[in-house]
């Protein structure tokens, strides 16, 4: 009982702390999560009029897209527990002329209300890491997806260790290296999250969901949990980028949006403490910036390509 308690204080918790940021939330996702939301749809293969599941929806980055994709007929219903989010991801299909193609629900991944064998295709971008029980959600998709149906599933993840795009992705980095052994960059959402851990204490309010903080290489373990759940797995891959932040202000709010950390602690701090925190990020950045160097958010996903049997 109390294990159930939990994980829905932490799902209730979590989804909450994005009310409050949801137009931040929305523009840097589709800042830097487009191309992503890309290679994820063109992973899945969607068709018409294929009926599509979206769990984690947020904003719709990536129902959208699918959207374009169903033909007449097909169907996309993203589902997610924040109510700012998906009243977003409403008004964005609305002004798109997509809303006859698209629903937007609240409903928890981990209990989906929808009957055994309803869809073709379940995506899920950067969702998984932020439920508790995820082979439970996963069992659930695997459930509500009909035979022979495809999942796409993606988490943030620096790539395979063994791996073409782990070796090219160590060499690209060097240089960075070298510019943070200078002291000529600083890297979110580790900076700030150095700052909050430092200057603010834990709350009672859950953070981190135990996929998330477990590792930040999550290539084995997500694979491993999607055939877990039934699913065969048909490929894997990686995406990486790096965004580069002009100013102190920008790369604060990247951060405070993304990093469950700063976000839940930020939002529970006295403002006079945020304002001194927020004030010590900024003059280290400007310092940084004057020697010559740069404020990066390195962004990436790692996509589990996978088939419910026939």
């Not at 007929?73 to 589902?79: A, M, R, T």
């Not at 996963?138 to 073409?164: D, T, Y």
């Given at each position: 009982m ?39 749809v ?31 007929g ?36 981990e ?5 055994a ?67 000529k960059?600083?890297?979110?959402p ?6 909050v851990e ?108 996978a088939?419910?049997?026939?």
């Amino acid at each position: 009982m109390q294990k159930t308690l939990d994980s829905q204080t932490f799902k209730t918790c979590d989804a909450a702390s994005y009310n409050a940021l949801t137009e931040q939330f929305d523009f840097f996702t589709e800042r830097l999560s487009s191309s992503l939301a890309a290679r994820m749809v063109s992973l899945a293969e969607i068709g018409s009029p294929h009926s599509v599941l979206d769990v984690g929806t947020g904003t719709g980055v990536v129902a959208l897209q699918a959207a374009g994709k169903i033909g007449a007929g097909g169907k996309v219903h993203g589902i997610d527990l924040s109510e700012e989010m998906l009243a977003t991801a409403a008004a964005k299909a609305e002004r798109l002329g997509l809303a006859g193609k698209i629903e937007f629900s609240r409903m928890d991944a981990e209990e989906l209300k929808f009957e055994a064998q309803t869809f073709d295709i379940a995506l899920s971008l950067f969702a998984l890491l932020h439920f508790p029980n995820p082979l439970m959600a996963l069992r659930e998709i695997f459930r509500v997806l009909r035979p022979g149906g495809r999942l796409v599933v993606a988490v943030g993840s620096s790539p395979p260790l063994i791996s073409l795009s782990g070796l090219i992705h160590r060499f690209k980095i060097l240089p960075d290296l070298l510019r943070r052994s200078q002291g000529k960059q600083l890297v979110a959402p580790n900076f700030l999250d150095s700052l909050v851990e430092r200057h603010l204490p834990e709350t009672d309010e859950p953070e981190e969901s135990h996929l998330a903080s477990h590792s930040h290489n999550r290539t084995q373990g997500v694979a491993a949990l999607v055939q877990s759940a039934g699913f065969k797995v048909l490929q894997t891959d990686w995406q990486g980028h790096q965004a580069q932040l002009e100013t102190p202000e920008e790369f604060w709010e990247i951060q405070r949006t993304f990093s469950s950390i700063a976000r839940k602690r930020l939002a529970a701090a006295a403002p006079e403490k945020v304002e001194l925190l927020e004030r010590e990020f900024t003059e280290k950045c400007r310092t940084v910036q004057s020697r010559g160097g740069n404020l990066v958010y390195p962004f990436a996903a790692f996509y589990v390509v996978a088939q419910k049997p026939e």
